[in-house]
């Protein structure tokens, strides 16, 4: 049963950098066919899609977030992290991290974790 | 402003029936597979319809998804109050080169 598990600062202050890292354990991301997402969900809103990298570091990002985001992978951890630069208090957000497809289906989530920006 | 556009919210009561709809365009929906996503109350996403119609193992038969043109829909029949979630459509644009969501529909069960 594949699992994914978020960690990272809850509270980060604006204009500095957000920097979450997710666990992949129940399977390797090396070993994979699928990309690997971050997701966010800013509290009472919808789902934004962020980004997502494939073992080999090719990366997709949101064009509204491109300038700010990278998502990078650690195959030999098993983990891939995400980190934003620059937030502001529109960034905070229960953030996910996802398996994902070729069709951008997403099979398998991590629980979220809150991270607050704080001005 | 979502790429995708759902009705912000639907209702209907137990037993019955109810659609979901997710409008697009030729560089997301029309031109590629469709994925429907329940988020019960303070949980995580999970996914209820890949592919446009196949539902992942564990998924009731009460559940079901179709797609025509840059449209897509989510049905679900014999509504239970644990349905009472919101629902996400989701797929890939091939212009922003980016998976995009729609706004989301809150399901209540009255």
């Known amino acids: 049963q594949l699992q994914l598990e978020e960690s990272g600062p809850g509270l980060v202050k604006a204009s500095e950098t957000l920097s979450l890292t997710c666990s992949v354990s129940?399977?390797?991301?090396?070993?994979?066919?699928?990309?690997w997402a971050w997701i966010r969900q800013p509290p009472g809103k919808g789902l934004e899609w962020i980004g997502s990298?494939?073992?080999?570091?090719?990366?997709y990002y949101n064009p509204s977030l491109k300038s700010r985001v990278s998502i990078s992978v650690d195959t030999s951890k098993d983990q891939f992290s995400l980190n934003l630069i620059s937030v502001t208090t529109a960034d905070t957000a229960v953030y996910y991290c996802a398996r994902e497809d070729s069709n951008a289906l997403k099979d398998s989530w991590g629980q979220g974790t809150l991270v607050t920006v704080s001005s | 402003q979502s790429v995708l556009t759902q009705p912000p919210s639907v209702s209907a009561a137990p037993g019955q029936k109810v659609t979901i709809s997710c409008s697009g365009g030729s560089s997301n929906i029309w031109s590629n597979y469709v994925s429907w996503y329940q988020q019960l109350p303070g949980t995580a996403p999970k996914l209820l319809i890949y592919d446009n119609n196949k539902r992942p193992s564990g998924i009731p038969d009460r559940f079901s998804g179709s797609k025509s043109g840059t449209s897509a829909t989510l049905g679900i029949t014999g509504l239970q109050t644990g349905d009472e979630a919101d629902y996400y459509c989701g797929t890939w644009d091939t212009s922003l080169s980016a998976a995009v969501f729609g706004g989301g529909t809150r399901l209540t069960v009255l």
């Open positions: 129940g399977g390797s991301i090396s070993g994979s066919t699928y990309y």
């Open positions: 990298i494939y073992n080999s570091g090719t990366t």
